[in-house]
């Protein structure tokens, strides 16, 4: 469940930073170009941050009780050699539902 | 029809192909977000004012942990620090248009409106202010309008799914599936791996700390060994 008063301070605040963060450059007439530092690293937020937030929950699910689960194990690796493999996220979405349909589904 | 009107449907034309992708994303956002516990109008409010995807999702996880709000916050806008570069690139495009034009396409600024926009002014370099502006706007209709139907959808049906289908999981599978296309380099497998042996080796730390001092450490790594490739080449 998801409290509340963390619900609303979270959504205007990402709300208005998130549009502050597009609006930068194209607001502010700023044709300035980045520092080479900064535009490097921006590459990699993404990649760093999405692979954070996703690996504890693929090891020790809470559905599961933090208990390791195979289907969730094997369905995630599916999901992640199909989108390095197809390079794409739609594929590797199908693919991996599909795997932990399969492993829940053989499991029971 | 006018040069502005057929650089209009050029960019409705050329967004087309995210419809496929956007829908599915849509509900799956509708469907997580009540299933979190979000009322339907709530969902709508989230995805009305933040309208970014990969960062409302990863708000909804933080916020399912019970991490405060700020951290909640760095997290998910740490996804969204993309889009600082997508800012930087069409800002020569169109920093001859008026300051309310900017700041209302400022708001459409997303993964698929930024692709479409640069693949067409590499083709077309010669376009008018006017046709670039257009062109953005065409690009923005089949995505937005989707995008909020999506979500919506997904939001009146989700508290109907059935706990079987292991729903939970589908937040993880999403992330992996995008992180997976975007390990195109050396330095993006090491970044994404780092991330991944950090944030389970710091899995201990408060509300969710042990993300953000594992995603810091593996931006940087990959950052640095792209750097040190580059200058060796």
Known sequence: MIDRSTFWIVVPLLAIGTYLIRFSFLGTLGNRPLPAWLTRALKF????????????????PAATGGQTDPARLVAAVVTLATGIATRSTMGAIAAGAAALYGMLWLMS | MSPTRSAYFRGVYAALPFVVIVIPFGMLFGVVATEAGLQVWETMVFTLAVFAGASQFAAIQTMQENAPAAIVLVTALAVNLRMVMYSVALAPHYGEAPRWTRAIMSYFLVDQTFATATVEFEKRPDLTLSEKIAFFFGSVTPVAPVWFAASLCGALIGRAVPAEWALDFALPITFLAMVAPMLRSLPHIVAAGLSILLSL???WMPYGTGLLVAAGLSMTAGAALDAWLERRT
């Open chain 1, 45 to 60: 937020t993404a990649v760093a941050i999405l692979a954070a937030l996703v690996a504890p929950g693929v090891l020790w």
């Open chain 2, 201 to 203: 080796g710091l899995a």
